[in-house]
């Protein structure tokens, strides 16, 4: 049994599957326009309708099949989704004339949704068309100042529609509202991380048993999580790590010795000379990853020659990842990550993704749950693209550097000050732009180098971090005092969404 997901484009579709199955729901994302046999094999108890970057007045907008609806089952409506709903049982959907983006409250709210709830209920609206007359036999359960129409129910109290989107950290009591959902739809909740565990195995043997499987490993927790699921799983696998010249301060030998003690066959390859004069001049942050991309898997290849055949090459990708390259259909692309957007056609491996639909704290559970020990799995996230991407403009050796001793120094002070485990993420950004300064009664024109740490559940939604002012005022000065080269220390207040975590 489970809950099925219509993708419809949304940048958070599967944000919304993640939430569920933080409420112990077993949930599958299916595309908007799946076949009802397709969705019928996952024994649906309820469907969610996500929202999507479409208007239910494109003519090329996904739509459920028209058969879906009809089997009576207990239905969530999200944005686009409440819309397509109210249209589709004959209400009005109009073009409001403006968009509305952003923090809402709720004036009013009942019904089984609002359950339990009380006081002020903040919500994260994003849309441009508004439902501007019900389905007959509907009602509105929800109001905000700006729209009348926030939320509505039809008369079985089956059939929900909310404008806003609960999935997302904006929305405080998003999560009791989709647990209202469950409730009133009857859908049993008994999803286990150890269930995570297991459909990992049965697609690895699956697809893999009796193969050789060429493993791209950066000692992060998703590739080391995935070494190890290998290994559970009785696939023959050899673990490649590529220094590309990218890394933080120290961070090859961590690697090696992390996962050495840990019983991995690590084989790391040099490559760091090849990965800087492939991104010799280029600024641009997209073609940067598209670059890194395609050095990676020239260097797989060159490997697999050397120790393969191969049939299977292994990737930590996660849904972020995906889903910020596009991956769900009629979403934007975001920016491209170099194991998804920037892989060519003809890869010469199959590739082997079993944590392609899992979120950053779901990987770390399995390793858990696989004996990964603690310092890997609990290491901040880290882009495959490395400090090239946290350099703004032309990547060389002497920014490289810069950076690494900048990053080095706010990392180490976080895990001084007890601060590390209490961030998702935490980075130092090399820009190009230059400040004047004073060291002593000399003027120096130095870089400006910006700090960023924020905090997270998933990746797909952050706020950045509010770290004490007496910890960013040691950093500054600390920082300037140890590298000449930087002149002045900004730090990022932007959350996600407007903004990336990252900057490129």
């Known amino acids: 049994m489970s809950v099925v997901i219509l993708d419809f484009g949304s940048q958070y579709t599967h944000l919304i599957a993640r939430r569920l199955r933080e409420l112990r729901v077993y949930t599958v994302v299916l595309p908007g326009g799946a076949a009802?046999?397709?969705?019928?094999?996952?024994?649906?108890?309820?469907l969610i309708l996500s929202g999507g970057p479409s208007s239910v007045f494109d003519p090329g907008?996904?739509?459920?099949?028209?058969?879906?609806?009809?089997?009576?089952?207990?239905?969530?409506?999200?944005?686009?989704?409440?819309?397509?709903?109210?249209?589709?049982?004959?209400?009005?959907v109009e073009r409001s004339g403006r968009a509305?983006?952003?923090?809402?409250?709720?004036?009013?709210?009942?019904?089984?949704?609002?359950?339990?709830?009380?006081?002020?209920?903040?919500?994260?609206?994003?849309?441009?068309?508004?439902?501007?007359?019900?389905?007959?036999?509907?009602?509105?359960?929800a109001q905000t100042a700006e729209n009348p129409v926030a939320a509505i129910q039809d008369a079985s109290g089956r059939l929900?529609?909310?404008?806003?989107?609960?999935?997302?950290?904006?929305?405080?009591?998003?999560?009791?509202?989709l647990e209202n959902f469950l409730a009133a739809a009857g859908v049993e909740r008994s999803w286990?991380?150890?269930?995570?565990?297991?459909?990992?195995?049965?697609?690895?043997?699956?697809?893999?048993?009796?193969?050789?499987?060429?493993?791209?490993?950066?000692?992060?927790?998703?590739?080391?999580?995935?070494?190890?699921?290998?290994?559970?799983?009785?696939?023959?696998?050899?673990?490649?790590?590529?220094?590309?010249?990218?890394?933080?301060?120290?961070?090859?030998?961590?690697?090696?010795?992390?996962?050495?003690?840990a019983g991995v066959n690590l084989i790391t390859v040099d490559a760091r000379s090849r990965f800087l004069k492939a991104l010799a001049g280029v600024s641009d942050p997209e073609q940067k990853r598209k670059i890194i991309g395609r050095e990676f898997i020239a260097v797989f290849k060159e490997e697999a020659r050397r120790l393969g055949p191969f049939r299977f090459l292994a990737q930590g990708t996660l849904y972020p990842d995906v889903i910020e390259s596009a991956g769900g259909a009629g979403a934007a692309n975001i920016k491209s990550h170099h194991n998804v957007g920037g892989l060519p056609a003809e890869?010469?491996?199959?590739?082997?993704?079993p944590f392609r639909f899992l979120f950053k704290d779901e990987v770390r559970e399995l390793g858990l749950l696989l004996?990964?020990?603690?310092?890997?799995?609990?290491?901040?996230?880290?882009?495959?693209?490395?400090?090239?991407?946290?350099?703004i403009g032309p990547v060389d050796e002497e920014k490289l550097e810069i950076l690494r001793r900048a990053d080095d120094i706010f990392i180490s002070a976080l895990k001084d000050?007890?601060?590390?485990?209490?961030?998702?993420?935490?980075?130092?950004?090399?820009?190009?732009?230059?400040?004047?300064?004073?060291?002593?009664?000399?003027?120096?024109?130095?870089?400006?180098?910006?700090?960023?740490?924020?905090?997270?559940?998933?990746?797909?939604?952050?706020?950045?971090?509010?770290?004490?002012?007496?910890?960013?005022?040691?950093?500054?000065?600390?920082?300037p005092q140890r590298i000449p080269q930087i002149g002045r220390v900004v730090y990022d207040l932007t959350s996600k969404p407007p903004g990336t975590i990252e900057w490129e």
């Open 61 to 92: 907008a996904v739509r459920p099949h028209p058969e879906v609806l009809e089997r009576g089952l207990p239905v969530l409506g999200i944005c686009y989704g409440m819309q397509f709903l109210a249209q589709h049982f004959g209400g009005r």
């Open 192 to 261: 286990t991380p150890g269930h995570a565990l297991d459909a990992a195995l049965d697609e690895v043997r699956a697809k893999a048993a009796g193969e050789r499987v060429l493993l791209a490993v950066s000692g992060g927790v998703d590739s080391s999580t995935l070494a190890l699921l290998l290994a559970r799983a009785g696939v023959e696998h050899s673990a490649v790590f590529v220094d590309h010249g990218l890394l933080r301060l120290g961070e090859r030998e961590e690697v090696e010795r992390a996962l050495s003690a």
């Open 371 to 391: 004996g990964l020990p603690d310092t890997i799995r609990l290491r901040h996230p880290f882009p495959g693209p490395g400090l090239a991407i946290r350099i």
């Open 100 to 141: 509305e983006y952003g923090k809402a409250l709720l004036t009013s709210y009942q019904g089984p949704l609002f359950a339990g709830l009380e006081g002020e209920v903040q919500v994260w609206m994003s849309h441009a068309d508004a439902v501007t007359a019900l389905p007959p036999g509907w009602q509105v359960v």
């Open 36 to 46: 009802p046999a397709e969705i019928e094999r996952h024994q649906p108890e309820a």
């Open 160 to 177: 929900f529609g909310v404008q806003f989107h609960p999935e997302v950290a904006h929305t405080p009591k998003g999560m009791e509202i």
């Open 417 to 479: 000050h007890g601060l590390y485990d209490e961030v998702w993420q935490a980075l130092a950004v090399l820009t190009p732009v230059r400040s004047v300064g004073v060291t002593g009664d000399e003027r120096r024109y130095g870089y400006v180098l910006a700090l960023r740490a924020v905090t997270s559940s998933d990746g797909m939604t952050a706020d950045w971090a509010r770290l004490p002012h007496e910890f960013l005022d040691e950093v500054a000065r600390k920082i």
């Open 347 to 353: 890869l010469g491996f199959e590739l082997l993704e």
